[in-house]
Nanobody, 125 residues
Framework: QVQLVESGGGLVQAGDSLRLSCTASGGTFSNYAMGWFRQAPGKEREFVAAISWSGLRKYYADSVKGRLTISRDNAKNTVYLQMNRLKLEDTAVYYC??????????????????WGQGTQVTVSS
């Protein structure tokens, strides 16, 4: 059973930066495609970014392209989400997710097998 633990969330001002981390345990991290999703109050959980097991394939939601960067360190069992130039609309609970896969990255939340508990990101004006 894979366990995912997110960290790095917090309260920041618009224009600031944050780096979220998600550390996996209980499995072989390099076997997993990883994704970040977010859920704002009253809204559905939406795709943010995804990365393949090798790190060679990355996908981003249009709303975050050029501001957020996903990366991973398989030696540390960790996936990161570097968030720059944060906007008010980035406020949400951010979740990481894992899917056993050796091919590509995935934007569809229903394709992920494991989820973390989430970390809150609040952007104020």
């Amino acid at each position: 059973q894979v366990q995912l633990v997110e960290s790095g969330g917090g309260l920041v001002q618009a224009g600031d930066s944050l780096r979220l981390s998600c550390t996996a345990s209980g499995g072989t991290f390099s076997n997993y495609a990883m994704g970040w999703f977010r859920q704002a109050p009253g809204k559905e959980r939406e795709f943010v970014a995804a990365i393949s097991w090798s790190g060679l394939r990355k996908y981003y939601a249009d709303s975050v392209k050029g501001r957020l960067t996903i990366s991973r360190d398989n030696a540390k069992n960790t996936v990161y989400l570097q968030m720059n130039r944060l906007k008010l609309e980035d406020t949400a609970v951010y979740y990481c997710a894992a899917r056993i896969d050796f091919s590509t990255a995935y934007v569809d939340r229903d394709l992920y097998d494991y989820w973390g508990q989430g970390t809150q990101v609040t952007v104020s004006s």
